[in-house]
């Protein structure tokens, strides 16, 4: 469990909708972290808990009316109200790249599985307009320190502005498979991606943490559609000598728009999660000779089944 943290000791000053009561609001915001966390089962992470209570999550998908996606495609919704926000859905970002505002209940899992401590530094890969970077940033508290990278234009812009109130984070517009640029002690990638890249895990400080979404593309005959047709969230955690591998669980995701594929590579890697076995990989290995028996290997890395 992540050490709980006192926020009165370090809070941004937030600016809220006020279109309800603001106790009513409130009181809205810690049913929705209850909600989220006991979905998956983390409801005893109080630090965590506190966080998805306090980050006015409207604030982070822009003005209404908002759009939440559904198995048909995204519905508008027929009120301004921000409590409709807090529940556990996807909420557009930009509807026709269909890049959303995560569902609460992943990142939840995702975030308490990076177990982030007071003064730590984070890297958030694939920002979006900032909101589980908010999350993050409350995580670390004002001794530490969120980097996040955001590849699009206008998100990185709104990224800016929605996290302005939270001096402990700074915003990069660039290219996540350049970042982290320093030792780090925590990646958090938000778009999926065929492959760890190198920043992500030579970067990391000795028991760090790097969760990210492994997929491949979906694909036609024009190429790749924007979005992941198998991808798994991972954790891998550098130990003095090597690196630990989990895998958390089946996740959808963006794919990532800057990173340029080989079909051999997807072709393999779509064939190892049809096998499945992934629950059973406890090792990345890293630019070193392949030796044991691997669940997806390339030449310069692989992940290892444990023995």
């Not at 979404?213 to 198998?230: H, I, K, M």
């Not at 990173?259 to 076995?277: C, K, M, P, T």
Request: charged share 20%.
């Amino acid at each position: 469990m992540n050490r709980p943290i006192h926020f009165g000791e370090w809070m941004p000053a937030i600016a809220t909708v006020k279109t309800m009561d603001e106790e009513a609001l409130a009181n809205c915001r810690r049913a929705f972290a209850a909600q989220v966390l006991s979905k998956e089962g983390v409801q005893s992470d109080d630090a965590l808990l506190r966080a998805f209570a306090t980050v006015p999550r409207e604030r982070f998908l822009g003005p209404p009316p908002w759009k939440m996606a559904s198995w048909c495609g995204y519905v508008d919704v027929p009120s301004g109200d921000p409590s409709v926000v807090y529940q556990d859905a996807l909420f557009a970002l930009q509807h026709e790249r269909h890049v959303n505002n995560g569902s609460p209940s992943l990142h939840a899992r995702g975030i308490h599985k990076l177990a982030l401590r007071r003064g730590e530094t984070v890297c958030h890969i694939g920002a979006g307009s900032g909101y589980y970077t908010a999350i993050m940033s409350l995580l670390v508290g004002g001794d530490g320190h969120v980097t996040a990278v955001e590849f699009n234009e206008e998100l990185a812009r709104r990224a800016e502005d929605n996290l302005r109130a939270y001096p402990n984070v700074r915003v990069v517009r660039g290219n996540g498979v350049e970042w982290p640029r320093e030792l780090t002690d925590a990646v958090y990638v938000n778009f999926a991606v065929h492959f760890p890249a190198e920043p992500w895990v030579e970067r990391l400080s000795v028991g760090g943490r790097l969760i990210m979404p492994l997929g491949v593309p979906d694909v036609d005959a024009a190429g790749p559609t924007g979005l992941a047709s198998y991808a798994g969230f991972f954790l891998f955690c550098r130990e003095e000598h090597g690196y630990a591998a989990e895998y958390l669980a089946p996740v959808s995701f963006v794919w990532a728009e800057a990173v340029a594929g080989g079909f051999d590579s997807y072709r393999r890697l779509e064939a190892a999660f049809s096998r499945g076995g992934m629950q059973h990989v406890r090792a990345l290995r890293w630019k070193t000779a392949r030796q044991g028996k691997e669940w997806y290997s390339e030449a310069d890395w692989g992940l290892v089944f444990g023995m």
